[in-house]
T-cell receptor, first 112, second 111 residues
């Protein structure tokens, strides 16, 4: 079965360090989403792309977060500098429609 | 503020029982999705409903979209331990992409 692949699966780093999370969407899917999941806030949309163009990143703290799609097979989410409040599970998802059809298994991020 | 409220938040039942999970909002959605998430994994899309009053069945799971497209329910018949997980509903709008997720219902089915 086709899967959305996220790396790394786990990341522990110190406050102030740069964090880069990568996602390989399912081949042929033209919509890519980044979500963050915490116990308090649940699943929140950070950004999404269609045909590699950013359509909405209003959920993302723009002073420290950036999302890009260098090509159709790679999406990245960067945090610089990272803060303890960024600790969460970050999910990438892809699809062919307006909603995420397939999620990756997430990157569990801990900022100390 | 757009909110999607799920109830109950937690549900612990015995194998073989029936259950219903509710998803309510004051907003009208163009589509509504249900996902199931297991620990350490991403959500898995179960169903999408787009028409008011629509009912979809997936084996022992029955999904219904309210007539006004503001609410939805998930009914599980004869629950099994394999149904254990976090059930999430999410509402979408015509502009696309910006799904609003509910907080989820944590279901535990004991053998």
């Amino acid at each position: 079965d086709a899967r959305v692949t996220q790396t790394p699966r786990h990341k522990v780093t110190e406050m102030g360090q740069e964090v880069t999370m990568r996602c390989q969407p399912i081949l042929g899917h033209n919509t890519v989403f980044w979500y963050r999941q915490t116990m308090m806030q649940g699943l929140e949309l950070l950004a999404y792309f269609r045909n590699r163009a950013p359509l909405d990143d209003s959920g993302m703290p723009k002073d420290r977060f950036s999302a890009e799609m260098p090509d159709a097979t790679l999406a990245t989410l960067k945090i610089q500098p990272s803060e303890p409040r960024d600790s969460a599970v970050y999910f990438c998802a892809s699809g062919l429609v307006h909603w995420p059809q397939h999620f990756g298994d997430g990157t569990r991020l801990s900022i100390l | 503020t757009q909110l999607l409220e799920q109830s109950p938040q937690f549900l612990s039942i015995q194998e073989g029982e029936n259950l219903t999970v509710y998803c309510n909002s004051s907003s009208v959605f163009s589509s509504l999705q249900w996902y199931r998430q297991e620990p350490g994994e991403g959500p898995v899309l179960l169903v999408t409903v787009v028409t008011g009053g629509e009912v979809k069945k997936l084996k022992r799971l029955t999904f219904q979209f309210g007539d006004a497209r503001k609410d939805s329910s998930l009914h599980i018949t004869a629950a099994q331990p394999g149904d254990t997980g976090l059930y999430l509903c999410a509402g979408g709008y015509n502009q696309g992409g910006k799904l609003i997720f509910g907080q989820g219902t944590e279901l535990s089915v004991k053998p």
